[in-house]
C-alpha cells in the first residue's frame, strides 16, 4: 500500500508515519508540506491512499481533493484538520472525500486503514 501525507506540521506527519509503520512496517509512505509538493509527488508516486490537511501554506487542501480526485478516481481521500466544522465536512465528502476526521482523531484514521 501507498500513502501520501500532507501536511505542514512535521510532528504530525512523524507521528502519523509511526503509527502506520505499526500497522504495516513496509508501507510506502511519501510526505509533502505544501500544495507544490503535494501536486509532484501524486504524479509521481500515484499513491492509493491520500492523508490530506485543509490548511496548507500554499493552497487549500480541499482544492487538492479535487484535483487528485479527478487525476484519479479511485484513490481514497482521507481529511485531516483543526478545522471540523460541518461547512468543511459537507464539502469535503461532497467533493469526494472517503473520511473526514480531526487532528485529535489519530486513532480512528489509523483504524480505517488497518
Given at each position: 500500500m501507498k500513502i501520501m501525507i500532507v501536511d505542514d506540521s512535521?510532528?504530525?506527519q512523524?507521528?502519523?508515519i509511526n503509527a502506520l509503520r505499526k500497522v504495516d512496517e513496509y508501507m510506502s509512505i511519501s510526505q509533502a508540506s505544501s500544495c507544490k509538493e503535494a501536486t509532484d509527488l501524486f504524479s509521481l508516486n500515484?499513491?492509493?491512499t491520500v492523508i490530506l490537511d485543509i490548511a496548507l501554506p500554499d493552497g487549500s487542501g480541499i482544492n487538492l481533493l479535487q484535483r487528485f480526485k479527478k487525476e484519479a478516481p479511485a484513490v481514497h481521500i482521507i481529511m485531516l484538520t483543526n478545522y471540523p466544522t460541518e461547512e468543511f465536512?459537507?464539502?469535503c465528502?461532497?467533493?469526494g472525500a472517503d473520511y473526514f476526521f480531526d487532528k485529535s482523531?489519530?486513532?480512528g484514521l489509523i483504524n480505517t486503514i488497518k
Open positions: 512535521k510532528l504530525l512523524t507521528r502519523l500515484c499513491p492509493d465536512i459537507k464539502d465528502m461532497e467533493l482523531e489519530i486513532n
